[in-house]
């Protein structure tokens, strides 16, 4: 099982580590001062050592999402984490994340922190880059070195070296002082190494007369004449290159998490209230549930309800990817965010603030790019002693290299190498951007994956289990037929039959009524109204008496079905449908065909499942005809049929038993159980707010393709993950060895090491480009 079903309050479920009890709470933390997938993990082993503390640390996000223990307070684990060396806040109130989240100027609130730390990179990088290419220049092409060159190198990297590299210094030391490491301890060391022994080199080393003369190598020099060599480029260029990549690296993360932020900033931000018969404009967060508000052609819907005056088409795109609008009227209901395309509405609210509709997907997205994957934390098992490792890798390195009797800005040359090369920030990547990019642009077509669990999930699934009504079916009732006696008009029997049923509430009444309706407009008022329960109704209309009802009550009431009637309803009743038989001035006039009929998109979908290597199966409570009818007409070949709801968690549990890996699709508070059950659970966003809570995928606009689409986007997501950290591995395995035996020029060490962040990254971005499959 997946997942597990939310609790009475609503609140989605917290999933901790097996066998421990859950905590009662949950709470995300902003963290500040992470550089490197190696905080993250130190921030993490920090909270879980807490008694009762269930913490997951991303450093994509910059979030920790911490379950506790009723004794302790949010605060306490605010300064835990301050003790580690890190900052952290707790989340703003929603009326201030409301009004700073979004904000694109670097206000207050976690956005406006990502923008200032963008923009620190930014100029950090372009003044150390106008410093670094003139320096860059001067060493590595001989022509430019004029007479004391390597002076006026010295002063333009320097403060390259000093203040521009100051972030990976200033961790370093942060991080000595809790006796830890982290990848800025090692750019850190690599940069002073190299500008120390410069310093050494300059002053003692006789680089410092007249007449040095350096040029560039993809290999170490080695120096030469017993002149020591300057590494001022390595310096300058190490650091500048590391800049780019993580200013590169902050950028690309935060377009990976646009998606989130424009869910957020989709809803209105004031609303026109109907009060005392007046339209009065307030801002969102005064309304409250029960109130009628005016929605004006263009405006956005300010919050989930229900029509009561007016009739629109909804264009619903931005939280479906839908592009078709929806036509509403009174009665039917709405969603926060969506655009009114059409007339004037009158809406009432029926929910507000975090419990919306659009709230519900933002926090679903939210908990998805919090998560871990298990490759994920593989790679933060592998950071969180990769650093110390290196370390005393490239301590060995220099030293071997000083046994063996070769110089000693060789030997350094080839640690420094060792140092730079190792930073596995690509590692520490891999994962959490593809999970932002591939969650974010899910939100963005209307599919919801709720934890990165779930990738591995869609990977091992082989049997996709549906539920009939509401998934493959419309699971609503529909006029199918209308089987007339000889000589019948359709149209007087649509209307009188129509009006008839239009004064019950019976789904089959309702369904006959709402067809009269769409063909011949408003219906005739009825007199004389009378409903026999189980059997059917009877009323005056136009100073007719009007019958409907199953044959066995006509036929009891002395009226006599045509043969033809007769055969129909066997043909009918066959497939799963409900006949009614309507009657007036003792004659027998038609008989009407009802049926919850199969969605349009259906058949499409049943294909998409079988082209991704899924077996479907249709289970149903309904009786075994009606199934293998809905199945013959889809394309499934596996029907379980008359199955009672709370049976169907044992259907799941009974093909799990045969080695399948089960998906379950499903819409109603009965498939709740089920889709918990099943390994990989997804539920239609039309559908009861228990089984959205108790499934993994969230399919928001009701269409089964959309299961196909979600698989497809899950694997993609899962695939580039794996290939970010394959290329993550191999970097780091490949280069490690060539830069202890001396065969990498640190300066190359460097670009490599930024570079292969930038890759990861935006290999993941190419994520933003998927596509749902082409539809007719």
């Known amino acids: 099982m997946t997942t597990t079903e939310a609790d009475t309050t609503g609140r989605l479920p917290t999933v901790g580590p097996p066998g421990q009890a859950e905590p009662e709470n949950t709470v995300d933390l902003s963290i500040t001062g992470m550089t490197c997938a190696s905080c993250a993990a130190r921030i993490e082993r920090k909270l879980n050592k807490v008694p009762g503390v269930s913490a997951s640390v991303n450093f994509a996000t910059a979030n920790a999402r911490v379950s506790y223990p009723d004794e302790l307070t949010p605060q306490k684990l605010v300064e835990v984490v301050k003790a580690t060396g890190y900052g952290a806040s707790l989340p703003a109130p929603p009326s201030t994340a409301a009004e700073s989240g979004g904000s694109a100027d670097g206000g207050a609130g976690p956005v406006g922190e990502e923008e200032r730390h963008v923009r620190a990179l930014r100029d950090r990088l372009l003044v150390s880059a106008v410093l670094t290419v003139p320096v860059v220049v001067l060493s590595m092409v001989p022509a430019t070195q004029f007479r004391f060159w390597q002076w006026l190198a010295f002063a333009l990297a320097s403060p390259v070296a000093l203040w521009g590299a100051w972030p990976f210094h200033r961790a370093a030391l942060l991080n000595l002082r809790h006796r830890a490491a982290t990848m800025d301890t090692l750019v850190s060391v690599g940069v ?54 993580r200013y590169f690296e902050a950028r690309a993360r935060r377009r ?97 603030g975090s419990d919306t509709k659009l709230a519900q997907i933002a926090r679903l997205v939210e908990e998805a790019q919090t998560g871990k994957a298990e490759v994920q934390r593989l790679a933060d098992r592998i950071s969180a002693i990769f650093v110390p490792v290196v370390i005393l890798l490239a301590v060995e390195t220099m030293v071997a290299w000083l046994i063996l009797g070769y110089p000693a800005q060789t030997a350094l040359t080839a640690a420094v ?64 037929d209308v089987v007339l006696a000889d000589g019948e008009d359709r149209k007087e029997v649509l209307r009188l039959a129509g009006a008839l049923e239009h004064a019950s509430e019976h789904p089959i009444a309702r369904a006959i009524a709402d067809a009269s309706a769409e063909e011949h407009g408003p219906l005739a008022l009825v007199a004389d109204f009378a409903n026999h329960a189980g059997r059917g109704v009877v009323g005056t209309v136009e100073g007719r008496e009007v019958i409907a009802g199953r044959a066995s009550w006509l036929s009891e009431r002395g009226l006599e079905i045509p043969s033809a009637m007769v055969r129909a309803q066997q043909k009918a009743e066959r497939t799963g449908c409900t006949v ?25 979908a049943i294909a998409q499942f079988k082209a991704l290597g899924l077996t479907p199966v249709l289970l149903t409570g309904d009786n075994t005809a009606a199934a293998q009818h809905v199945a013959a007409e889809v394309g499934i070949e596996q029907v379980i049929a008359e199955v009672h709801p709370e049976d169907k968690v044992a259907e799941i549990k009974r093909l799990q038993g045969e080695g399948k890996v089960v998906a379950m699709v499903g819409d109603g508070v009965n498939d709740a159980a089920a889709l918990a059950q099943a390994d990989l659970g997804l539920a239609m966003g039309t559908g009861t707010d228990a089984a959205i809570a108790a499934a993994d995928l969230t399919l928001v606009k009701g269409d089964l393709r959309g299961a196909a689409d979600a698989i497809r986007l899950a694997r993609k997501t899962l695939s580039t993950i794996k290939g970010n950290l394959f290329w993550a591995f191999v970097y780091n395995v490949a280069a490690l060895p060539l830069a202890a035996f001396g065969l990498l020029n640190p300066l190359i060490a460097g670009a490599a090491m930024a570079s292969s962040s930038v890759f990861v990254v935006s290999n993941s971005l190419r994520l933003r480009r998927f596509q749902p499959t082409n539809r007719n």
């Open 192 to 245: 002073l190494a190299a500008w120390v022994w410069s310093i050494y080199a300059l002053f003692l080393g006789g680089a410092g007369e007249p007449g040095l003369r350096m040029e560039f190598s993809l290999l170490p020099n080695t120096g030469h004449a017993g002149m020591a060599e300057v590494y001022l480029e390595v310096a300058a260029a190490l650091t500048a290159f590391i800049l780019a990549g």
């Open 417 to 480: 190498a060792v140092l730079i090369i190792a930073c596995p920030c690509s590692l520490g990547l891999a994962t959490p951007t593809a999970l932002m990019v591939g969650t974010g642009r899910g939100a963005q077509l209307g599919l919801l994956i709720r934890g990165p669990e779930v990738l591995e999930s869609t990977r091992r699934i082989d049997t996709i289990v549906l539920d009939k009504t509401g998934t493959v079916t419309e699971g609503r009732m529909r006029l199918a």
């Open 580 to 604: 009614v038989f309507a009657a007036w001035e003792e004659k027998v006039r038609a008989a009407l065909v009802v049926a919850d009929t199969v969605k349009a998109t259906s058949a499409e």
């Open 256 to 352: 990976a998490g646009e998606a989130i932020r424009a869910l957020m900033d989709l809803g209105a931000k004031d609303v026109t209230v109907l009060r005392d018969g007046r339209e009065v404009r307030v801002p969102i967060d005064q309304l409250a549930v029960g109130d009628e508000f005016v929605v004006r052609p263009g405006e956005k819907i300010a919050t989930d309800g229900v029509v009561t005056e007016g009739t629109s088409a909804v264009d619903e795109s931005l939280l479906t990817g839908e592009s078709l609008p929806v036509e509403v009227g009174p009665g039917d209901a709405v969603t926060g965010a969506t655009v009114n395309a059409g007339g004037r509405l009158v809406v009432r609210a029926s929910r507000v």
